[in-house]
């Protein structure tokens, strides 16, 4: 089976796959490497090309013929989206949309979309279920939820079968060292205080503690890269036999709060970690958590590496080696 991953030279993509070939897939990435990183692919077969050149997408389709295409490519900055929503809908929905038009021209069937837990917006409640109402309250959120939208219209239409993965907190990196995080700039949270530790980023900041949570920190969801890249490859398998399309949260319906991870840094790393507590950042919700029961049970997806410790450790162990 042949596979197409767009943004495979990114963080979860690059991660993924790696679960497709252990999986015996043959990928071909297809990265701008606008935000990916050579050094995340080394050895694969890389299509260097962009999304919005229609024609270089539908010349890559005809080459190689796709059983099914897994799609990460995109920008992911909340607060870059506000600033700029031009550029968010035109890089994530306008080349998803050039995707999957030559999807349905050249009959490729078979979708993996990335989507986000930023489609439910402001929680009604907590955990959070697919069922969820859908209202993103940001530029970025909006473009995932569009995306997926289209994939609604594109499998009553023409018979496109997807599965969409709404992320929660994608965190960790492989745990054989071979791949990690390598965003330019860093938004997330536990590698800027792994940077900040290593002496990579000048100061580590705390966006709020004035939220109504028990320490006043924002609690995500957090899991580990590798599980997330494990769904994935469930999500495939799942679809080529069920040819149904669905809808998964992939989180571990788990909170943590800013300041307890910032005490497991410490405990993980053995340093004292200094911050500053700084105004909220715009668009950050209270608290995130998923309801993964249906990941588990229809996919028998079962996380193996998304405890707090372990995604630490794991993420520690590849910034260490990046600065050394
Ligand atoms: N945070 C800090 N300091 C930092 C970085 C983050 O206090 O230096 C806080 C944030 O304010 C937030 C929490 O840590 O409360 C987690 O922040 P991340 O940026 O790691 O993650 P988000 O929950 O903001 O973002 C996640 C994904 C994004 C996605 C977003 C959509 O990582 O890619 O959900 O909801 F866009």
New binding site residues.
């Given amino acids: 089976m042949r596979i197409l991953v767009t943004g495979g030279a990114g963080y979860i993509g690059s991660h993924t796959v790696k679960e497709l070939e252990k999986q015996n897939y043959e990928v071909i990435i297809f990265d701008n490497l606008s935000t990916g990183r050579k050094e995340l692919v080394k050895g694969k077969k890389l299509i260097i090309g962009d999304l919005k050149n229609l024609d270089e997408v539908r010349e890559v389709f005809r080459k190689y013929k796709f059983d099914a295409v897994m799609h990460f490519a995109s920008l ?3 607060g870059e ?1 506000y600033k700029n929503p031009l550029k968010y809908y035109r890089e994530n929905i306008l080349n998803s949309l050039n995707l999957l038009q030559t999807m349905v021209e050249e009959g490729v069937n078979y979708f993996i979309f990335s989507s ?3 489609v439910y917006g402001i929680p009604k409640f907590t955990p959070i279920s697919e069922d969820h109402p859908l209202n993103p309250v ?1 530029p ?2 909006e473009t995932k939820f569009f995306i997926e939208k289209m994939l609604q219209n594109f499998d009553r239409a023409y018979g496109l079968k997807y599965v969409s993965l709404r ?5 960790g990196a492989d745990p054989d060292g071979e791949l990690g995080e390598l965003h330019e700039p ?8 792994l940077l900040f530790l290593l002496g990579k980023k000048e100061r ?5 503690n004035d ?1 109504p949570t028990p320490d006043g ?4 969801d957090y899991i580990h890269v590798t599980d997330l890249a494990r769904a994935h490859v469930l999500a495939l398998k799942k679809l080529f036999k069920t040819k149904k399309s669905e809808v998964f949260n992939l989180g571990v319906k788990k909170g943590h709060s ?1 300041l307890e ?1 910032v005490k497991e840094v410490e405990k993980v790393t053995g340093k004292k970690v200094e ?1 500053t507590i ?1 105004p ?2 715009e ?3 209270p608290i ?1 958590i998923a309801s993964e029961e249906r990941a588990r049970k229809e996919l028998n997806w079962k996380p193996q590496y998304s405890d707090l410790k372990t995604i630490i450790q794991t993420a520690w162990n590849w910034h260490r080696k990046q600065v050394i």
């Fill in positions: 992911i900055q909340v989206s986000s837990a930023a940001n970025y959120g992320y929660f907190n994608a965190a860093e938004t997330h949270l536990i590698p800027n205080i580590f900041e705390i966006y709020g939220f920190t924002a609690i995500r800013v991870v911050y700084k909220r950042r668009g950050d919700v995130l």
